[in-house]
């Protein structure tokens, strides 16, 4: 006798077509990449990627490394949590690296110290004016402020007045970078307060990633929010019908972007104690590449923040890895850009076999 379940209407449950949830998946390819580079550096370097194979070292684990690999990817981690709501939705995020860029040089001029050995710091950006040694608050908020700012106006374009996600966010891309340029004449901006500088040092950047990830996360799976970010994503003329408030939700979606990015700038200029007009080059594929790797559909609907974090993770290994084998960074770079195309495939890929089942 065969047992069949009913669902809703007498629809009938059919456990073939229940497919494995996409962070498995994820999960398992960053342990084989992960075991690949152990077996990698057994053959070539006779060492271990993840042990400890010396005896003035004490713990199995190669706890450097581990922090290593975490480290490298918490700032773009952050910027990848924004771009994956964004995506979710049905949109695409360009600008958020330059975002980072122009957020970061400005920040920065508001956290300079007033004094450098003992001496006065007259290259400070605001030295004539008296803005130095101002207290921490002062250049978080002007930070969050500018990413909000860009993330707001890329949210307004493309909500009211109907541009592609695509050109709005490429003219933030290189606006953003002008602003950055412009900001001190291409001059990079130094020497922070000490408790600027604490923002960014040791650990701290891991913890504001992991607060990031469990908020948003939380947020996209259990609030009202998150039910109207895949609503859209999955069927924006049907989320209007609902009641759904499609483009005043498509602001925020975009704002919040724009603010995390502001978080990164924040936390990578602290992190280097320099602010630069090119910093965050580049940021936006990766943290793209992170979202899709993480099983974000780029056509909007499906993924999670925690799938975001393991193609995180995923990146963090794979560079980790080439540093591991003494490989040059032209063959990172390549690999990068191999993994953005074969991202983009494996989502594509995705989509058909998902349509496939749901036709039979």
Request: glycine share 12%.
């Amino acid at each position: 006798m065969t047992d069949t379940t009913h669902g809703i209407g007498g629809l009938t449950f059919d456990p073939k077509k229940r497919s494995m949830p996409p962070e498995i998946g994820v999960a398992i390819a960053l342990v084989l990449i992960t075991l690949a580079f152990e077996a990698l550096g057994w053959m070539l370097m006779n060492d271990s990627f993840l042990f400890n194979t010396r005896d003035t070292v004490d713990g199995i684990f190669n706890v450097a490394r581990l922090k290593i690999i975490i480290l490298q990817v918490s700032i773009i981690g952050i910027i990848a949590i924004g771009v994956t709501q964004v995506i979710i939705t049905g949109g695409i995020d360009l600008s958020s690296g330059s975002v980072v860029g122009a957020t970061a040089m400005i920040a920065m001029s508001f956290a300079q110290a007033g004094e450098i050995y003992g001496n006065p710091n007259d290259r400070a950006v605001f030295f004539e004016q008296g803005l130095v040694d101002l207290p921490l608050i002062m250049p978080i908020i002007v930070g969050l402020a500018c990413g909000l700012f860009a993330g707001l106006i890329n949210g307004l374009l493309i909500a009211y007045t109907k541009i592609p996600p695509f050109i709005a966010t490429l003219g933030m891309m290189v606006a953003a970078r002008g602003v950055a340029k412009w900001w001190t004449k291409g001059q990079p901006v130094s020497f922070p307060t000490d408790s600027y500088a604490a923002l960014g040092a040791g650990m701290t950047p891991v913890f504001i990633f992991a607060g990031i990830a469990i908020l948003f996360g939380l947020a996209l799976r259990y609030t009202v929010y998150g039910k109207h970010t895949y609503a859209i994503g999955s069927s924006e003329d049907a989320a209007r019908m609902s009641g759904i408030k499609v483009a005043r939700h498509k602001v925020l979606v975009y704002a919040l972007a724009g603010l995390l990015a502001g978080v990164a700038a924040l936390v990578l200029s602290s992190k280097n104690l320099t602010a630069q007009a090119g910093m965050g080059t580049m940021y936006e594929l990766d943290a793209i590449a992170m979202a899709v790797i993480g099983g974000v559909s780029l056509s909007g609907g499906r993924g999670s923040i925690t799938g975001t974090v393991l193609g995180a993770m995923i990146f963090g290994v794979i560079i980790s890895g080439f540093t591991f084998l003494k490989l040059d960074a032209y063959y990172q770079e390549m690999v990068k850009g191999a993994i953005i195309v074969g991202a983009v495939v494996l989502d594509q890929w995705r989509q058909r076999r998902t349509s496939m089942r749901a036709a039979k």
